[in-house]
């Protein structure tokens, strides 16, 4: 119950393309969900994060879709760049005092010039 | 302000050995967790503490311990290393563990090859 899985596992994309990276969950305790961005060599960093009262949260090029009837939900990258080529994490809390967050697998994202 | 600092950077140990990772938090985060990326994976929580007490444990073997110092850094400690070890260790901070403090902040991580 607390995995949250992930796909596709890799997405190439061109420039101008919007890659949409999909998560699914079955823990209905979770209530915060963050998606992370991770190059090569580093640690991952907030992208953008969404709780289950909001159906849609957009920041920038950014947005995140949630359905919780399906207990789903998915990022949306328009206008892609290749500097957006990275690894993406979608993952998931359930509230009280650990900061425990339950991660995807990763979606390796290329962005083509 | 500096982020997340976590050291080594770099290191590799052989089977049996032990391992000391620290972590110093942005500043004024009274919150460490640590987790392990292994190659291809998403990270895995291992601990969580808040001013000085653990506050959550993963699903990981004793061999695994930790603590948090009065100045909030932190160490991740892991005695009779297995090649499985071999992983990305990172540590994040965060403000609190309250609904609205709890953005998690990642160091750039300090990977372990285990020989």
């Known amino acids: 119950q607390q995995q949250v899985k992930q796909s596709p596992q890799s997405l190439i994309v061109q420039k101008g393309g919007i890659p949409i990276i999909n998560c699914a969950y079955e823990n209905t305790a979770f209530d915060y969900f963050p998606w992370y961005q991770q190059f090569p060599g580093k640690g991952p960093a907030l992208l953008i994060a969404?709780?289950?009262?909001?159906s849609e949260k957009k920041e920038g090029r950014f947005t995140i879709s949630f359905n919780k009837s399906a207990k789903q939900f998915s990022l949306h990258i328009m206008d892609s760049q290749p500097g957006d080529s990275a690894t993406y994490f979608c993952?998931?809390?359930?509230?009280?005092?650990?900061?425990?967050?339950?991660f995807g697998s990763g979606t390796q994202l290329t962005v083509l010039p | 302000d500096a982020g997340v600092t976590q050291s080594p950077t770099h290191l590799i140990k052989t089977r049996g050995q032990h391992v000391t990772l620290r972590c110093s938090p942005i500043?004024?985060?009274?919150?460490v967790s640590w987790y392990q990326q292994v190659l291809g994976q998403g990270p895995q929580f291992i601990f969580q503490y808040y001013e000085k007490e653990e506050r959550g444990r993963g699903n990981f073997p004793d061999r695994f311990s930790a603590r948090q110092f009065p100045n909030y850094s932190s160490e991740l400690n892991v005695n009779a290393l297995l090649l499985g070890d071999s992983a990305l260790y990172l540590c994040?901070?965060?403000?609190?563990?309250?609904?609205?403090?709890?953005?998690?902040?990642f160091g750039e991580g300090s990977r372990l090859t285990v020989l």
């Open positions: 994040a901070s965060s403000l609190g563990t309250g609904r609205t403090t709890g953005e998690l902040f």
């Open positions: 969404i709780r289950p009262d909001v």
């Open positions: 993952a998931a809390r359930v509230s009280g005092s650990a900061r425990q967050l339950t």
């Open positions: 500043s004024g985060h009274k919150s």
